[in-house]
T-cell receptor, first 113, second 108 residues
Framework: EAQVTQNPRYLITVTGKKLTVTCSQN?????MSWYRQDPGLGLRQIYY???????DKGDVPEGYKVSRKEKRNFPLILESPSPNQTSLYFC????????????FGNGTRLTVT | TQLLEQSPQFLSIQEGENLTVYCNSS?????LQWYRQEPGEGPVLLVT?????EVKKLKRLTFQFGDARKDSSLHITAAQPGDTGLYLC????????FGAGTTVTVRA
């Protein structure tokens, strides 16, 4: 089954404790992206990747890092989480930017206390 | 400021009624997508419209792309409880930008 898998689904952590949210897709998609979803603000792009070893900032990249060492994986790293990063995070992939539908994972709800 | 403004923000209707959700922008898009998101899940693509004035129908859902490719609407006829969800529009120029969404609740 074609899917985007994120882990974990729920994460509660404390300020400053480094964390990684994993994302994997099995559709051989070149394009992958991370979004955060906050009430009233919709989906805002954090980082995206056009292909292996090619990543770029989205609209709200501060406080986040990503890497794309393999085509299928695109982890999101929070080196020093802060409470304003409490949000619902989605990973998504598609054939290419603007090519075909975005396939989303089921989300990771992060709470930073 | 959202590039894409969706209205209304919330919509609650009775089963069998019709509803329309609007997506407006001052920018021109080469294509526009509509997604539906259910609680606990990621958004799922419903439709992509690419031509100004285009109308697409998906069973009881009708999608329209404005002539100037700056706005779109989603109309649901005879809504059912299964239509409940968050409806998101997303416009593509050189990147995909999402609206904040319209939360639709259809009461049985």
């Amino acid at each position: 089954e074609a899917q985007v898998t994120q882990n974990p689904r729920y994460l509660i952590t404390v300020t400053g404790k480094k964390l990684t949210v994993t994302c994997s897709q099995n559709m051989n998609h070149e394009y992958m992206s991370w979004y955060r979803q906050d009430p009233g603000l919709g989906l805002r792009q954090i980082y995206y990747s056009m292909n292996v070893e090619v990543t770029d900032k989205g609209d709200v990249p501060e406080g986040y890092k990503v890497s794309r060492k393999e085509k299928r994986n695109f982890p999101l790293i929070l080196e020093s989480p802060s409470p304003n990063q409490t949000s619902l995070y989605f990973c998504a992939s598609s054939l290419g930017q603007g090519r075909g539908p975005l396939h989303f994972g089921n989300g990771t709800r992060l709470t930073v206390t | 400021t959202q590039l894409l403004e969706q209205s209304p923000q919330f919509l609650s209707i009775q089963e069998g009624e019709n509803l329309t959700v609007y997506c407006n922008s001052s920018s021109v898009f080469s294509s526009l997508q509509w997604y539906r998101q259910e609680p606990g899940e990621g958004p799922v693509l419903l439709v992509t419209v690419v031509t100004g004035g285009e109308v697409k129908k998906l069973k009881r859902l009708t999608f329209q792309f404005g002539d100037a490719r700056k706005d779109s609407s989603l109309h649901i006829t005879a809504a059912q409880p299964g239509d409940t969800g968050l409806y998101l529009c997303a416009g593509f120029d050189y990147k995909l930008s999402f609206g904040a969404g319209t939360t639709v609740t259809v009461r049985a």
